[in-house]
């Protein structure tokens, strides 16, 4: 056996710390490096190195619905591999990548026609970041650089991605770094007003207003743009009350504003259409998208832009470079041409339309949970689903770690942060494949009840 594969010289490597893990209590990995080897994968299942098979609860990190190994996909990177392993992006493209913009094009709600690829959700919202800047400076309005994020949101861990990002522990330790003119709206999240709801709260569309109190704070001529994920993912699933995006949609027009939707988890399917821009009926300025694009299989990421934007950089002499950005591997034909099996697995196995059918499957395992006394809250939309359990006496976050390490010895990958599990299953799942993940997670709450 290589050196590459060898279990053992891979444990050593991992106690060593020669591999410092990312997002990762790498210290808590050391004392059983051989649980958190996943050594294969196929369908919704991954394989630890000692053989354990672990139903993958959250689609890898968000990103891959059609689980793993669809012949279909993996035979795509094949072909590719032989036939254009790359090509630079600066002023040359290739046949895939300029139809796969079409095809994303076509996805998005009409009037978002343009798109700019990158590799990664961080780099997408970066980009649009950018974008915004961009767009205000050729408009004269250059004064305009405030960006708005929201709290709890996260955009990634790029410079622009972690300033409008609303996570503390992701900013505390870089408060230093943080762009310039950055502010937050409220968060959405209101136990008191919408524990345990189903789908959208009807409660809280008023949170929308706080961005009046930041046009009122810092005036509307300095504020670019406003980002945020419909769906909150990463801090556990807080969904969004019922006519809250259409306010935020308003308030942004009436002043000028972009909206910008980071729909790195929501697009592609995840709550049931192409993007959650149609699922909640509002059309931003800007999406954002990565992950499920290419299944998780290969990094890509970009950013569709309205007409309006992109004509608004096609400007001055015909010789300039009109967006002076771009990325070295943006668009690469690797991942384009794996985004086009992608979609096409994803239309010819109707798989949006299958998350409509088990969004209510999910939900109604997902709220059987209620009856735990751990359990504090329970929130879904789409094929997603946030728990939020009751911290151990003085060790917030124990429980949640306690869940995640019985979970691998027990067949379930979680996402476990804090004291939340999150839920994002693949599109391929069963019906029973969700209920049994749900019951699986029942004993593993009970057993660290
Ligand atoms: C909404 C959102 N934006 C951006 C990102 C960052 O993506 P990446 O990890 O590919 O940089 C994520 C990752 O989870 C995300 O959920």
Known sequence: MSKLTNEFDCVETIRKGTYWMPFTANRRVKADPHARLLTSAKGPYYYTADGTELFDTLSGLWCSPLGHAHPKIVEALKTQAEKLDYAPPFQM??????????????????????????????????????????????????????????????????????????????????????????DHLRHTYSPEHMGFSRGQPEWGAEY?????????????????????????????????????????????????????????ITGFGRMGENFAA?????????????????????????????????????????????????????GHPMATAVAHAVLDVMEEESLFARVRTLEPILEDAVHGLRELSSVKDIRNIGLTAGVDLCSADGAPGARGLAIFEKGLREGLLLRCTGDTISFGPPFISTPDQLREMIDGVRRLIQFAS
């Open 208 to 264: 929308a207003e706080d961005l009046e109190r930041l046009v009122g704070l810092h005036d509307a001529s300095t504020i670019a743009a406003v980002i945020v994920e419909p769906v909150q993912g990463s801090t556990g699933v807080i969904v969004p009350p019922v006519g809250y995006l259409q306010k935020l949609r308003k308030i942004c027009t009436k002043y000028g504003i972009l909206l910008i939707f980071d729909e790195v």
């Open 93 to 182: 493209t290739n046949p895939q990548t300029v139809h796969l913009a079409e095809r994303i094009a076509n996805l998005a709600p009409a009037g978002l026609e343009h798109v700019f690829f990158a590799n990664s959700g961080s780099e997408a919202v970066d980009t649009a970041l950018k974008v915004a800047l961009g767009y205000h400076r050729l408009r004269h309005e250059g004064q305009r650089f405030r960006m708005i994020g929201r709290e709890r949101g996260y955009h990634g861990v790029g410079f622009g991605g972690m300033s409008v990002g609303g996570i503390v522990p992701n900013r505390k330790m870089f408060a230093s770094g943080m762009m310039p003119g950055v």
């Open 278 to 330: 149609q699922r909640f009926d509002v059309k931003p300025d800007m999406i954002t998208f990565a992950k499920a694009v290419t299944n998780g299989i290969i990094p890509m990421g970009g950013v569709i832009v309205t007409d309006e934007i992109y004509n608004t950089f096609m400007t001055g002499p015909e010789n300039a470079v009109e967006f002076a950005h771009g990325y070295t591997y943006s």
